[in-house]
């Protein structure tokens, strides 16, 4: 199994669509999670971070399920701005803290 | 502003010159990261610093390569004889603390080998 991996995109959905993203990992020592977005040509930047089995933050959640090493991103009503890469981190394998990120889902909100 | 800085944003150069990147993190953040990142993929590692110690580098990190951290603040990133698959955007990321291992990262520069 790849370090990280997340669902291959993009997810185009209507303005006020429920969507979700999955992120699976590897290391299994992990005890940390986050996601991050990011926009076109632009940097990353910290949407959620999970520490247990979940997060929520306004229309966003973060799910952890340890046993199957997945964690999923749920955007609940959709806005044109959420349009972005959602990119899935998780610290790597070497125990320095750093983290290995997905290759990220692009999300396309439309009117 | 008190977030990550790069500098400088944009950089063209041609094959075989010489680069150098500078990193200034959030001021009371220990551990520095530098990332690359290409069109379509996440952000790769390059190499870590805790402080002023350069604790890990990534295979990525070619001999051309070379980072420094000299006084445990601001970092550089060089590239020697640069190559056209250099050309990415090369990400700056700072962390906090212990008990923290929030990443926040800077702009970016964007490098482009021609």
């Known amino acids: 199994r790849k370090e990280v991996e997340q669902d291959p995109g993009p997810f185009n959905v209507p303005e006020g669509a429920t969507v979700a993203f999955n992120c699976t990992y590897s290391n299994s020592a992990s005890q940390s999670f986050f996601w991050y977005r990011q926009d076109c040509r632009k940097e990353p930047k910290l949407l959620m971070s999970v520490y247990s089995s979940g997060n929520e933050d306004g229309r966003f959640t973060a799910q952890l399920n340890r046993a199957s090493q997945y964690i999923s991103l749920l955007i609940r009503d959709s806005k044109l701005s959420d349009s972005a890469t959602y990119l899935c981190?998780?610290?790597?394998?070497?125990?320095?803290?750093?983290?290995?990120f997905g290759k990220g889902t692009m999300l396309l909100v439309s009117p | 502003d008190t977030g990550v800085s790069q500098d400088p944003r944009h950089k063209i150069t041609k094959r075989g010159q010489n680069v150098t990147f500078r990193c200034d993190p959030i001021?009371?953040?220990?551990?520095l990261y530098w990332y690359r990142q290409t069109l379509g993929q996440g952000p790769e590692f390059l190499t870590y610093f805790q402080n002023e110690a350069q604790l890990e580098k990534s295979r990525l990190l070619s001999d051309r390569f070379s980072a420094e951290r000299p006084k445990g603040s601001f970092s550089t990133l060089e590239i020697q004889r640069t190559e056209q698959g250099d050309s990415a955007m090369y990400l700056c990321a700072s962390v906090g603390g212990l008990a923290k291992s929030e990443a926040f990262f800077g702009q970016g520069t964007r490098l482009t080998v021609v």
């Open positions: 981190a998780v610290p790597s394998n070497s125990g320095y803290s750093t983290l290995t």
């Open positions: 001021s009371e953040h220990n551990r």
